[in-house]
């Protein structure tokens, strides 16, 4: 079945003055236009595409791969507004997406970005934004698990922390004390989940848990000692800000991945910081 707001993968039925018309696997047909049809496209090959309604209501295909397809939350920059609503750049040619007045927080003001989730309205079947997204983003039901890795879209600060999405399903917090890299609203970034509560919260973190942390961080501490010709002045008397400001990493972290490098004999500590080995020492 055609589904708009979604990349699929359909077939070259046949080919026609305005494009090709691609085909599902219950036959149902869309247009992929001229001007995204290759020279070496014929009947019977595979074609990812996305399918979406343009300007004149019509399902079409496209090889232009969307900011955002359906489930997913993302900043999008309002381009244009009406008496009925906005429209949002979301990266295809000639095709803003509709953020309706009924599906705005506060109202929104042109050139600005905001946070969205695009749906497909039950009624139309057209792709739309909206800020209000409560509905679809949730804890009631959790779905990931501790240490895993999750995609992340920074949507707000507060003074504990910045409020993330995760996976696009689900609200987690980033704690500032837990931070090691600068954090910026709009961020989509890859974390790690690093509990979750009882009553649902979920606590996110950017660094890996466990031994795959300090296996990642003696990996860093080894491109950074490469990168400086083989020397950091770092060691264990180094305050937790310089490290961080170094390495990204936390005090205890810089030490665990530390010691990995050490036991493996790949470096030595020195009274001005840390020396990098070479192999044939």
């Not at 890996?208 to 083989?230: F, P, Y």
């Amino acid at each position: 079945m055609l589904q708009a707001g979604r990349t699929q993968t359909l077939t070259v039925k046949r080919i026609s003055d305005y494009g090709l018309y691609l085909a599902d696997e219950e036959g149902n047909e869309v247009l992929l236009p001229n001007r995204y049809v290759s020279l070496t496209d014929k009947e019977g090959d595979p074609k990812e595409v996305f399918v979406y309604h343009d300007s004149e209501d019509r399902l079409v295909a496209t090889t232009e791969t969307p900011r955002l397809q359906e489930g997913q939350v993302g900043f999008l920059k309002v381009v244009d507004k009406t008496l009925h609503g906005a429209f949002l750049d979301w990266g295809l040619a000639g095709k803003d997406l509709f953020l309706p007045n009924r599906n705005q927080q506060g109202g929104v003001l042109a050139g600005r970005s905001y946070p969205v989730y695009l749906y497909v309205d039950g009624i139309t079947g057209r792709c739309v934004a909206t800020m209000k997204f409560k509905n679809y983003v949730n804890n009631d039901v959790i779905t990931v698990k501790p240490r895993q890795e999750v995609d992340l879209l920074v949507v707000s600060e507060s003074p504990i922390g910045f409020r993330v999405v995760v996976n696009n399903r689900h609200w987690g917090m980033i704690y500032k004390n837990q931070l090691f890299r600068p954090v910026a609203i709009g961020d989509a970034l890859k974390g790690y989940v690093r509990k979750i509560t009882e009553d649902n919260r979920i606590d996110i973190s950017l660094q890996q848990q466990g031994m795959a942390e300090v296996e990642k961080g003696s990996l860093t501490l080894l491109s950074l000692l490469r990168d400086n010709s083989g020397f950091l002045p770092l060691n264990d008397n180094s305050s937790p800000a310089e490290i961080t400001a170094r390495t990204q990493m936390s005090k205890k972290g810089f030490k665990r991945s530390l010691g990995m490098l050490l036991k493996q004999g790949s470096v030595e500590i020195t009274p001005q910081g840390i020396k990098l080995k070479k192999r044939d020492e």
